[in-house]
């Protein structure tokens, strides 16, 4: 294993991984023919283990798992399409018991919420029905089945009566979550529980052929941040890997000894199967270090991106690790072969499997449901709002942190508020509520809920200058600050978009993180007003913030007041911008803001090297990325997209600095966040890779070696 993020890195291991990168090129042709053997389900990467001996007779058990649905009906922009997913799994549901293999069909969370609209509008009833149709077996809870509160997400499982009179049946399939703790006696899903118990089953036990398996569900201890607190107010998300090892050990006691963790817990890994070290304490890289030796498999889920990995651990037995991106874009196929005497696992692999239209047969019962459901929704879909003269991009994140549909969302709250109340002067949106692009034509009311989908009320408070700037402080950028040091676009998942005023800032490391210092504020006002640590200012931000929402536990300081939906808010400013000429060219509708030319966020650090750039006064000419700098102004240092001398180059290009044309990433920026880093679900897209062309020569001598090893037989 390696770990990133300012932690030291093996040399062997980045060469390692930038070697099978580069041969994930090469091997596309060979994929396309090991399509063919496998039913057209094209496998992205395999990996597998022996943990003991065979010496008994064993048996055969098959994990299908995919993860973060998030109600994705009919999307295939990634691959997918939930028509896809079903046919995909029924085919391998069909080929494992043909072959007299066992098979569990599992999903890791978040099946539900941050949805579009065809599912949303009926509370995504008709995404768990279809999971019924796909022949879920077991699911857990990822953060999202706690958006609406407790109470909905018990009626989602058990079934009931929605506040808007929509009516559910429930669910079949085994809900099974380990670490959410009640806080007081209650009664949760037809279950008694008490105070400091789980509302849940921990965990279910499954007999396959005489054997007995234990599979743990588990979600994020960092739930109780991505939600709006009120409604998880009588629970507690309680430690994932305490959470394992306890019912790893009542499980052993009843003598299992094959034990899967099912859980809604971020992980990564390196397409050739090194386990990266996520961001934060609620990670998998950790998790796998502290389990109990008896655990053989993880199921990772929650930061939308590829896993597939096998960790050893000295006097226990090897886990496999897997996450398969989201959206239905891909399937994780773990094989166990499980000693009959011993209950043990003696071996196992597993593969990342792409769904891809086109190349799956699509189930034609889901198929229908889908067809069914779009026409019944139709009418409210397709009614158009407004129009748009260009595409607005949530993934189009500028140098400084600011993201053309975060802005645009931002704009709306504020403007929305100032109708209620004319002196708010500001306005805060979190990045992961911002879920969709709008694209260039008409706008549709199902565009405009996919980009806000949650239903969050909006609400005004009340901060002081000092307050505003420790909010902005507690923002979370490090993942995003490495990665552009590495020339990477990178995500920014706990951070804000504003309105209503500019702000300054530079990053510094503090206990190896980088972490955002606020140097400047100012009101968009004609006089550009700085505001003082003692002023006291009107602001608009989602109750998801106002109550403390992804660690902005500064507006919890102050109270608020709930003015109106951020849907209904956000339809409003869509149709009245629709209405305008707002950029000068003599035509009506929606216009992106340049974040780059007129930012409300702004970076003294264009370099992310941790220095403040020289500041403007002091240079006769700034010049653009990529334009010559006169000779006396040049430094050691070279600008983004400046030649460096000969000596000065590494192999990693600066953000903006070209890449040699055969090194280039075929995903661009304005993609490369696409949400969820779900860029690198098929071979053919990796991660950009850059090497030293003397390493090309080591991989051309390696792939005609390798190239009949990755065959699928």
Known sequence: MIKRNGKKIAAIAIAGTLMMQNMNNIFAMENSVENVEKENIEVLSSVSTENKEKTNETVDLELLTFNDLHGQIDETKYGGGIANLSGALKDLQKEAKENNKNVLTMSAGDQVGGSPAISALLQDQPTLEMMEEMNVDIVTTGNHEYDEGLEELERLIVGGTHSSGL????????????????????TFAGRKVKAGEPIMEPYTVREIDGVNV????????????????????????????????????ELKSKGIKTIIVLSHVP???????????VDGDSDLYEISQKVDGEVDVIIGADNHTYANSVVKREGKDDIIITQAYSKGSNIGKIDLSIDKTTGDVVKSSAEILTVKSGLVSEDPVVAKMVEKLRLDVKDKLERVIGNSQED?????????????????????????AQSKDKDIKISFMNIGGVRADISKGSVTYENAYSVQPFGNDLTKLTLTGAQIKKVLEQQNINDWFVARQNGQ?????????V?????????????????????????????????????KIKCVANIFLAQGGDGFTTFTETSFEVIMNDLDAFEQYITELSKK??????????????????????????????????PEEDKDETPDAGEEKPEEDKDETPDSGEEKPEEDKDETPDSGEEKPEEDKDETSDSDSDKEDDNTVNSPQTGEASVVSYSVLGIIAAAVLSLINRRKIK
């Open 581 to 614: 000429d707002n950029n000068g060219d003599g035509t009506t509708g929606l216009n992106k803001v340049d974040v780059v030319k007129n930012p409300n966020m702004i970076n003294l650090d264009q370099n992310f090297d941790g220095i403040v750039d020289e």
């Open 267 to 277: 992980t990564k890994s390196t397409t050739d199967g090194v386990l990266l070290d």
């Open 167 to 186: 009516t559910w049946n429930g669910t079949s399939y085994e809900w099974i979550t380990a670490n959410v703790i009640a806080k007081k006696d209650m």
């Open 392 to 416: 607005i991009l949530k993934s189009e994140v500028s140098s400084n942190g600011e993201s053309e549909m975060g802005r645009f969302v931002a704009d709306s709250q504020l403007w929305a």
């Open 214 to 249: 234990g599979i743990i569900g588990i979600v994020t201890k960092d739930t109780a941040g991505k939600v709006v607190p009120d409604g998880i107010k009588d629970v507690e998300f309680t430690d994932e890997a305490q959470a394992i090892n306890k019912y790893t050990q």
């Open 499 to 535: 309105g209503g005023f500019t702000y300054e800032w530079h990053a510094e490391q503090v206990d190896g993180k980088w972490m955002l210092k606020v140097d400047k504020m100012y009101l968009n006002d004609e006089n550009k007003t700085e505001i003082k640590d003692t002023d």
């Open 489 to 497: 676009a990178g995500s920014l998942a706990y951070a804000l978009q």
